[in-house]
């Protein structure tokens, strides 16, 4: 019998508002599915968009973003900061053909525990559906060297 | 041309200029880049459609100047690279002696003659054939009637593409990439002391020229130029295997004039799209 496919999910999340959102989730014992691994980061202004491309090369079949509700960042102005860059990557993906069913960005507030847990779980079905991020992977195997192969030369 | 070689010897010898950044021809007929220090040196400075070369590359060397004015001379598309190195701090407008070239097209494949097949994408749809500012300008410009964009025709068919086939044509594009990095040498707005993919610990970008480090590298570069790159077609034109990298280079200029009606190195004074925010920022994407 096949194995069913689980996406593995990478969630960049910010420590003062999804973080503890999640923490919520934890201990109102909301069920979530397991397949997020969370990544905290001081805010989503931090999140450079080299953090999702290593997501993906580490075999990431999915990325979720989320951080404080705009005009409730912790530092201001950070998340409004990170939203401009968004819509740049976004686009830049979107054209270079990773589209936005594998990108996926929320706001999530330190209340919204609930929130949390219905925006990972939808997340979590929707990349499900898509299937692995067969392209990627692929990308990951070193480029042989024929040449070499056949003198006899081990090749790593 | 006589007009420009005396704008650059009135220049060194009134020192208005410590020295002029411009354009000779070689020995084997080739235009390069020439930096003229003394008045007999501007006897050779030049300029015609084979001065492909953007020059502002060489300007954030000159960050913390204290001599004297360096003069440049630039095409207007060139002259969008010293805007955008003024306004991110790189160099200062007052340490700079700008020599403005009329300018009709230059080349494509430096080896040819300058006709309607050897002409560089950015000139089919340049918008100012003289410069919007200068300290002098000379006049070397003649009619020529452009042809069609073909990038824009391009662009249009990727945007057409289902997701998949984005991502194919974009693998078999970077697939070529040997990780010269002569594009992000060539680039004017490319001035970080240390690049990403030079930074080891921890290593974010395959530096090895595989399939995954390519791909990293272009979309980062890619992302760094985002509302940055002012069009200059240089690091397409560095390119030694042909990746069509001013396709994304274009296309994210076309985002942040469609998203934010930004375009850079238009203004010396309006902040950096990125160095910025507004508070009614789109975001239909974010749930």
Not at chain 1, 65 to 85: K, T, V
Not at chain 2, 106 to 125: G, P, R, S
Not at chain 2, 251 to 262: C, D, H, P, R
Request: charged share 30%; proline share 4%.
């Amino acid at each position: 019998m096949e194995e069913k496919f689980e996406p593995k999910i990478a969630a960049f999340v910010c420590n003062w508002c999804t973080y503890t959102g999640a923490d919520l989730a934890g201990t109102s014992r909301l069920k979530q599915e397991a397949n997020a691994r969370l990544i905290r980061v001081p805010c989503t202004g931090r999140i450079d968009p080299v953090f999702i491309i290593k997501a993906f090369e580490n075999g990431a079949d999915g990325v979720l973003i989320s951080g404080c509700h705009p005009g409730d960042c912790h530092y201001n102005a950070g998340n409004f900061h990170a939203r401009r860059r968004w819509i740049l990557f976004k686009n830049l993906l979107d054209f270079i053909g990773i589209d936005s069913s594998r990108l996926y960005f929320s706001w999530v507030s330190a209340s919204e525990g609930k929130k949390w847990v219905d925006i990972v779980d939808g997340v979590i079905d929707a990349v499900r559906a898509k299937g692995p991020f067969k392209q990627y992977k692929k990308m990951n195997k070193e480029i042989e060297i024929p040449v070499a192969a056949e003198e006899g030369v081990s090749v790593k | 041309m006589n007009e420009l070689k005396q704008i650059c010897k009135d220049a060194l010898s009134e020192k208005k200029a410590r020295f002029i950044i411009g354009y000779k021809e070689d020995k084997n007929k080739r235009i390069k880049p020439f930096i003229a220090k003394t008045p007999e040196d501007a006897e050779q400075l030049t300029f015609n459609h084979h001065a492909v070369n953007n020059l502002a590359v060489y300007l954030p060397r000159f960050k913390n100047n204290v001599e004297g004015k360096i003069g440049i001379v630039v095409k207007s598309c060139d002259l969008k690279a010293v805007t955008a190195l003024i306004q991110e701090n790189q160099i200062k407008r007052d340490d700079l002696f700008i020599i403005g070239v009329n300018c009709s097209g230059v080349v494509l494949d430096i080896a040819k003659e300058f006709n309607k097949d050897n002409t560089q994408i950015k000139c089919k749809y340049c918008q100012a054939k003289t410069p919007p500012y200068y300290d002098a300008l000379a006049d070397e410009s003649k009619d020529f009637e452009m042809p069609d964009d073909d990038q824009a025709e391009l662009m249009a068919k990727i945007d057409k593409m289902t997701s998949d086939e984005r991502l194919e044509f974009w693998n078999a594009e970077f697939e070529k990439c040997i990780k010269c990095y002569a594009c992000r040498q060539v680039c004017p707005m490319c001035y970080c002391e240390k690049c990403i993919v030079e930074k080891s610990e921890p290593q974010w970008i395959d530096t090895s020229s595989t399939a995954r480090g390519n791909f990293s590298w272009n979309i980062i570069r890619a992302f760094h130029m985002a509302g940055r790159c002012i069009g200059c077609h240089e690091c397409e034109r560095a390119c030694p295997m042909g990746i069509p990298l001013t396709l994304l280079t274009r296309k994210m200029g076309m985002v942040a004039s469609s998203e934010f009606g930004y375009r850079h190195g238009m203004s010396l004074t309006e902040p950096t799209l990125i160095g910025t925010y507004s508070t009614s920022d789109k975001e239909d994407f974010i749930k």
